[in-house]
């Protein structure tokens, strides 16, 4: 039977480890946000010369929802409304998206991205289409899945 003293420090020691671990994964998701960034900056640079990640995030987002109306993207990325109007008319200028009134509100807008926004994206995208797999290449399945499911409970904040 453990001491008290035992059982402190035994309490210690698992939050000084677990502490430690969580400062590492701290430190190597540091590492996977800078690569994404450099990813998406490359892309938005592909897509448009001089086109900013943050107008490529909102393009993608687009792209990705097929239509969505211009207040619910706002929601979606938590971002200024004045900031985001700009934003899409420049990638409506661009002829990367379209912007339609909606139906059930003549005051609002639905957005949805063009065949041209649709091309560019695909071709700018294409270097780089393959990181991933490539880099999870000698992986076992159950690995690649196991790691989802793992970021997916980290994500909404639940137990694995």
Not at 118 to 136: F, G, M, S
Request: with cysteine; glycine share 6%; proline share 6%.
């Amino acid at each position: 039977m453990r001491t008290p003293a035992e059982a402190d420090s035994t309490a210690t020691d698992e939050f000084q480890a677990r502490t430690d671990a969580v400062r590492a994964l701290e430190g190597e998701f540091g590492e996977l946000i800078a690569r994404m960034r450099r990813h998406l900056m490359e892309n938005a640079q592909r897509v448009s010369p001089g086109m900013l990640p943050g107008a490529y995030k909102v393009f993608t987002t687009i792209v990705h929802r097929a239509c969505i109306a211009q207040s619910a993207l706002a929601e979606h990325l938590v971002v200024d409304k004045g900031q985001l109007s700009r934003t899409v008319r420049k990638l409506e200028q661009l002829g990367l998206i379209r912007r339609d009134p909606d139906p059930e509100d003549g005051r609002a807008s639905i957005l949805s991205p063009t065949e041209l926004g649709l091309e560019r994206l695909a071709a700018a995208r294409a270097p780089q289409e393959d990181t991933l797999v490539k880099a999870l290449h000698g992986w076992p399945i159950d690995d690649i899945r196991n790691l989802t499911r793992l970021l997916h409970a980290l994500t909404t904040s639940s137990l694995p």
